[in-house]
């Protein structure tokens, strides 16, 4: 049977319905509003805070206040408050080194240093057409000034920054040899950042070190790996000790030829969602390889071993990696400078994140820093002897 209800009851249902309704919409708004209204609040004490502290130090600090500077403390400041080792802002000037570096540029003179015991600037190396080549300069020269600043006074950071600059600008060194003083004069320029260096081992086996991945290191592996292969490489090693990593574009491109197709490292943000970091055609090299890696081997180099290793084209020589597996991303900003900020962790498809772990090597071997062997070098070849032989 059929029951009917009244015009009123029925108007009174919705009444309620709509009163209900409202009721929740208004709850889970007026919350959304409170915990808005709780952030605000939370960002205008922090914000009142730092104006209050401004106006302290305009009406009582005894010096000049270089604006400049202090916005950009002030920013770096902020960053540094995320407490993250990889995140960082840097300045209009820091940002166009750092991008000139990534692209596997240099812009100086041409010179490896390091600090002497003296707290002055030691000479280890000269590049090849550079400059500095075509000078007096030899290793183990002191640099003590900088455009005629003393470098104990300055710091050694700040002159070893002092030293690049842009293109076509001159700069003066002192060089003390001999306890005497000289000042040479140069030009800067850019030079390209060779990478990626290789040759054979005993007739049959390709020997590639990676220093590092910038822009145009893809490039100059791929021309040593194919210069290589061409000679009767029946193996590879890959020296990634000391190897900080770089731009994982780049070790897409060099990982590419030596992999099977598919996905092979994928970033994972904190949205949840995640993005194919890596990929690799069917093209593969099928020749034994190993990697040897170090303390100092990080981030994009960790990728590139830990890629080579869980998909069985590799084994790892050495100690264990320092274990960076979170990527970073670069935006400039209004001012010039840039942030680089930690947006995801990465990982090959077929194991864990190895962030704040690192890799564990297949064949454990401590370098011997007091020995003028390579011990790691030397079980390496050893390894990949057995693996021609088994192969």
């Known amino acids: 049977m059929n029951r009917k209800i009244s015009l009123g009851l029925a108007i009174s249902l919705i009444a309620i319905a709509s009163a209900v309704t409202f009721i929740f919409t208004s709850f889970f708004s007026l919350q959304s509003f409170n915990e808005k209204v709780v952030d605000v609040n939370e960002k205008s004490q922090k914000y009142s805070a730092l104006q209050t502290l401004d106006s302290y130090v305009r009406e009582n600090y005894y010096g000049d206040i270089d604006e400049d500077a202090l916005t950009d403390g002030i920013l770096k400041g902020y960053v540094d408050g995320l407490d993250d080792d990889y995140s960082r802002y840097l300045t209009a000037e820091e940002y166009r080194i750092e991008s000139s570096e990534d692209a596997g540029e240099l812009v100086g003179i041409g010179l490896t240093l390091t600090e002497d015991e003296s707290g002055y600037i030691r000479v280890v190396e000269i590049m090849s057409d550079s400059p500095a ?26 002159s070893i920054d002092a030293m690049s600059g842009q293109v076509g600008t001159e700069i003066t060194i002192t060089v003390r040899r001999d306890g005497i003083d000289t000042d040479m004069v140069f030009t800067r320029t850019s030079m390209e950042l060779t990478t990626v260096t290789g040759e054979m081992i005993n007739g049959n086996i390709g020997y590639i070190q990676i220093t590092g991945f910038k822009k145009n290191t893809s490039e100059q592996f791929i021309s040593v790996l194919e210069e290589l292969n061409s000679a009767g490489a029946e193996a590879f090693i890959f020296d990634l000790r000391d190897n900080g990593g770089g731009l994982v574009s780049s070790l897409e491109e060099c990982v590419d030829p030596l992999l099977p197709e598919g996905v092979i490292a994928t970033a994972e943000y904190k949205d949840g969602h995640s993005e194919t970091l890596v990929y690799s055609d069917a093209s593969e090299l099928d020749v034994p390889m190993v990697v040897l890696v170090n303390e100092n081997t990080a981030s994009a180099a960790e990728l590139f071993s830990a890629s080579l290793r869980d998909f069985d084209k590799a084994v790892l020589v050495g100690v264990q990696t320092y274990g960076k597996g979170v990527m970073q991303v670069t935006t400039e900003l209004e001012d010039g400078g840039a942030i680089v900020l930690t947006v995801a962790e990465y990982k090959t498809t077929e194991s864990e994140c190895y962030d704040g772990v690192g890799l564990t090597p297949d064949y454990i071997v401590e370098d011997d820093e007091d020995d003028e062997s390579d011990p790691q070098y030397d079980k390496a070849l050893e390894v990949a002897q057995q693996l021609i032989s088994e192969s």
Do not use: Y
């Open 133 to 158: 080549a075509n000078s007096d300069l030899v290793p183990g020269d002191i640099i003590t000034c900088v455009d005629g600043n003393d470098v104990l006074v300055e710091g050694f950071e700040e």
